[in-house]
């Protein structure tokens, strides 16, 4: 009898952890399409070769059951040769699966040229949906001001030293950062790309965006948050809720009462996880559902 028991709280002590933490035991991701993760401007999927620009973010979501495969480009680049290297590996990733479409989450400037090779580069047809969270679609104000501060003549030289870095630092292939920068800026969004770029018909498109209601969580983006905030109202410390609105939109994140709010880092779970206030695995994990739940 006492070895009966025994037995039993031994199996309990077993099979409860394992029943707690076992991945992708509720399915409430495993949608009918792939999810394909954009990262932004500035890096690629694994930063220096070392960090995860998705921080804590795919494993999240394949524990809740989701198919997801994440790009890499050049961080810094112009939008459409961007665009090019998106289309090449979302086509393996089509051939990979078996699958005929795939469900697009872009981040920053991942929404940027990702909606380019969609409305450009015939990817249309093999896109059930888009899911934009912080993309600057009507440009930066923050854009405007560093090219406003260095000199016309200046531009091509601040441009040559950031390819330098990228190249040799970050690993960029021939990186373009001048057509980069000045392709967020608002006159280029609002006058070139947005035009040329519009929404293709049997697509979903949405958008969420976050802000900073008092204090960037990442330091680093409270001053560009002023800056933005002086020009364009409410922003995430790079891009104004106003710009980062396209095809339905779905909300601002700002995070808990009690928190600063939630920069443009921080939507991305970066830096290392460490969010105050806002619970970023979760909120992929609540869009993901979503799109299930819609029959993507």
Not at 39 to 44: C, E, F, K, V
């Amino acid at each position: 009898m006492r070895k009966s028991l025994f037995i039993l709280l031994l199996s309990l002590l077993v099979t409860i952890p394992t029943a707690l933490f076992s991945a992708g035991s509720d399915p409430n991701c495993n949608t009918r399409y792939p999810v394909i993760l954009a990262h932004g401007m500035g890096a690629q999927a694994k930063i220096v070769n070392v960090v995860d620009y998705w921080w804590g973010i795919e494993d999240a979501l394949e524990d809740e059951g989701a198919d997801v495969y994440v790009t890499s480009v050049n961080g810094m680049d112009s939008t459409a040769n961007k665009a090019a290297s998106f289309k090449r590996q979302f086509l393996n990733i089509l051939a990979i699966t078996g699958k005929t479409k795939a469900n697009i989450i872009g981040h920053s400037h991942g929404t940027i040229y990702t909606r380019y090779a969609i409305s450009n580069l015939a990817l249309s047809g093999k896109v059930a949906s888009y899911t934009s969270l912080s993309g600057p679609h009507r440009g930066s104000s923050v854009a405007d001001l560093m090219f406003k501060m260095v000199p016309n003549q200046g531009w091509s030289i601040v441009g040559g030293a950031l390819d330098i870095v990228y190249t040799f630092v970050f690993g960029d292939k021939n990186p373009n950062s001048l057509a980069n920068g000045l392709e967020v800026t608002r006159s280029y969004m609002n006058n070139t790309f947005n035009p040329n770029c519009p929404n293709k018909s049997g697509i979903y498109y949405q958008s969420i965006t976050s802000k900073i209601k008092y204090v960037s969580n990442s330091l680093v983006l409270q001053v560009p948050w002023l800056i933005c905030k002086a020009y364009e109202g409410d922003n995430d410390g790079l891009v104004s809720v106003n710009s980062a609105k396209w095809g339905t939109f779905r909300g601002v994140v700002e995070g808990a009462a009690w928190a600063g709010g939630v920069d443009h880092l921080n939507i991305v779970n970066q830096f290392f996880g460490i969010t105050p206030g806002f619970d970023a695995p979760q909120f992929y994990i609540d869009i993901v559902a979503d799109l299930k739940n819609k029959g993507y």
